[in-house]
Every structure is written in C-alpha cells, then in structure tokens.
C-alpha cells in the first residue's frame, strides 16, 4: 500500500486493481438496483439507479484512460498523455451533472403533478440498498488511501453512492410495519414509516435534493480540473516550498529573478529563474541548474521544473508572450 501523501502512477498495479474491484463491484449492484427499482416507483431509488448506472461510465472512462497513459508514444507524445486523467475526470464530472440535472427535472414535475401516492418500500429493496451502502462504504475507504486522480475519482463516485442509498432508504416514507433490521437473535426492531408520517412529496422531494447534492458536488470537482488543466497556479505553500529549496540549494545562487508554480494536468510544471555570477564557467552554471532541476522534480507533487540561467539580474522576460503581461 501505497504512502498516505505519496501520488500513485496510472500503471501502478494498485490503480488497476482498483479500478477491477470497483467495476465487478458496480455489475452486482447495477443488477440488484435493477430488481429494486421494478418493486417501486420511488424517484429517490431511480436517482440511485442512474447513479448506478453512471459508475460503469466512470469506470471505463478510468480504464481507458489508464491504458492509453501506459501506452507509450515518444513520437506523438513526447511526455506521454498524463493530462487524459484529470481530462477524464472533467468529462465524467460533466456527464454525472448533465444526467442529475434530467433526474432533478423528474422530480421536479412529480412535485408539480396531481399524483399524490405514497411510495413504499420492500424488505428485499431495503436489503438491496443498504448492502449497496456497505459495499460501497468499503471501496470508498480504500481508494481514498490511493493517491491518484482517477481513483480518486472512483472514491468520490462511492460516497456519493452511499449518500445516494441512506437517504432512497430514508426518503420514501411510506406506510412499512414489517420489521426491517434484526440485529441479532434477541433483538428485533419493528420500525413503521407509516406511522410518523404519510406524505406523498418526501420521495420526489428527496430524488430532487439528491440530484442537486450531486450537481454541487461534482461541480466542485470540475471545476478544480479545470484549473489543473488551465494553468491554476500552485498552492501559497507549494511556492514557498520550491522557493525555500532553490534558496538553500547552492551559494552559487545570487538571486530567484522569478518562480512561477503552476498545474499543467495533476501535477506542477515549476520554472525558476536563478542569477549566478557573470564569471561562472559554463560547465559549473550547467551542473547546478540541472542539479537544481533534478531535486525540484524529485517533489512528488512535480511533473517537469525549467530552470533558466542569468547573469544579468535586470532582464527581459523569459518568454515573449511574457512581455505583454
């Protein structure tokens, strides 16, 4: 197992074995939410069925993903496709959001509409939807451990999945005086929904909060992605940490003319812009900014560091698209 703050490659086996547990895991579950969902007519269900039903997506989407990132092309992709995982994560996010916004739009017009029966619940529909809760509860715990972006992805879908279950167990408060947890030999529980209550909009009004939780949720996420993708800069502490190191690194150092940390992907590209001595040989300025290099990119947070050598503290922008900054 990997460390807690260690960042995992696609290849890794433990990313792959993940992303096998969470798809047999995702065909048992889709097959009983299946069965679940021709006992009821319950919107909170059916919001948890297409949740379901979305996990394959996410699944494969990861899977492929991964084996296109393994698939090395030095000619094509001279850094290989690390950006397709956070890439993946985006589209999967905006799907998730498309679809909950269709579910929140069902349960919307069951609210508007003059149907007013209460939905109920079978045993076997409880059993379904809180083994589901269990079993994703576990897949959630361990791929949270696993410092990669699509598992971690996978780790977010499972809790939602468990919210999702809870709360289609929860919302249709239907008339149910069958006992529905026996806990052990000597203790059985007869819990009846019906008696506290007997209204008709909790179920439509909970599959409509359930979508909306999954829209805010996954939009969080997307909208992170998107600042990987788009050049977001790095964390105040990342900076001070990279220019921390370049600062201690070597006496030949005179001045940092610049450091800019910024996400290309999951990770960091740092460029560094160091001042040495006029006199210094070139053999020497070589060994300490590529030494410098090699112990930026040793960061585990780091995809690439440039480090451009001066000599001249007063100079023009490293790059030209700079100078109309």
């Known amino acids: 197992m990997p460390k807690h703050d260690e960042y995992v490659e696609s290849g890794d086996r433990i990313v792959t074995i993940a992303i096998y547990v969470n798809f047999i895991a995702n065909i048992i579950l889709l097959a009983a939410k299946i069965v679940v969902i021709s006992m009821t007519s319950s919107l909170s269900v059916l919001a948890s ?18 084996s296109l990132i393994n698939r090395q092309d030095r000619y094509r992709y001279p850094i290989s496709r690390r950006r397709l995982e956070p890439l993946s994560v985006l589209v999967f996010a905006v799907v998730m959001m498309t679809s909950f916004v269709q579910v929140a739009l069902t349960s919307l017009s069951r609210l508007l509409s003059s149907d007013h029966s209460v939905v109920e619940l079978t045993i076997p529909s409880i059993a379904v939807m809180a083994s589901t809760v269990v079993t994703k509860l576990i897949c959630w715990f361990w791929c949270r451990l696993i410092k990669n972006s699509s598992v971690q992805a996978l780790a977010q879908d499972a809790m939602t999945d468990v919210v999702f279950n809870l709360a289609s167990i929860l919302f249709p408060l239907g008339k149910f005086d069958r006992p529905i947890i026996h806990a052990t030999s000597t203790l ?17 009004l909970g599959g409509l909060l359930l979508s909306l939780y999954v829209i805010w949720n996954w939009s969080g996420t997307a909208s992170e992605h998107i600042g990987h993708l788009t050049g977001a800069a790095a964390s105040p502490k990342d900076h001070s940490i990279f220019l921390y190191m370049t600062m201690r690194f070597s006496k030949a150092i005179l001045k940092i003319q610049d450091l800019k940390a910024y996400y290309a992907g999951d990770k960091l590209n740092v460029e560094i812009d160091i001042v040495l001595e006029p006199k210094t040989r070139l053999q020497d300025s070589h060994d300490v ?34 100078q109309e900054a």
């Open 289 to 322: 900014g590529e030494s410098l290099q090699y112990m930026i990119e040793s960061v585990p947070t780091v995809d690439r560091a440039f480090v451009h050598l001066d000599y001249d503290p007063w100079n023009i922008p490293s790059h030209m698209n700079q």
């Open 49 to 66: 069925l297409v949740d379901a039903a979305l996990d394959f997506l996410s699944t494969a989407i990861v899977w492929v993903t991964t």
């Open 188 to 204: 059985l529980t007869n819990i009846q929904v019906g008696s506290f209550t007997n209204t008709w909009f909790i179920d439509p």
